[in-house]
């Protein structure tokens, strides 16, 4: 799973394939942390998963967030898919995005689920 969705860097370089990285679920916590990484298409992903073109958001989950999205009654309706929800989470939950590096990220809610 990941996220469709076309972005320039400042560098000029561009790409429209987000993937999740470095992923933490703290159920004791009630907190989650993730970021979205930039990748040129598809391809330059799977061929080289920790060589992104540039890390471009955190997504930072905490309660209530957490509680209707990754507890674990959430994530059993969901078949315990983590990933899945965090990506909803990205798309639906402005508040827990914080995009990084300077970069100049369109409305994630647009992004297409690939």
């Known amino acids: 799973m990941?996220?469709?969705?076309?972005?320039t860097l400042q560098n000029g370089a561009s790409g429209d394939?987000?993937?999740l990285v470095n992923v933490e679920w703290d159920r004791n916590l009630n907190s989650a942390l993730a970021y979205l990484a930039l990748y040129l298409n598809?391809?330059?992903a799977d061929a080289a998963p920790a060589h992104p073109?540039?890390?471009?958001?955190?997504?930072?989950v905490r309660a209530p967030v957490f509680h209707?999205?990754?507890?674990n009654a959430a994530l059993a309706a969901t078949n315990h898919n983590l990933l899945a929800q965090i990506y909803e989470i990205a798309k639906t939950q402005p508040g827990c995005v914080r995009i990084i590096?300077?970069?100049?990220v369109?409305?994630?809610?647009q992004a297409e689920d690939v």
């Not at 209707?68 to 507890?71: A, V």
């Open 2 to 7: 990941a996220l469709k969705l076309s972005i």
């Open 68 to 71: 209707q999205h990754l507890s």
């Open 53 to 60: 073109l540039a890390l471009v958001a955190q997504i930072n």
């Open 101 to 104: 590096n300077s970069v100049s």
């Open 17 to 19: 394939y987000l993937r």
């Open 42 to 44: 598809k391809a330059q």
């Open 106 to 109: 369109p409305d994630l809610a």
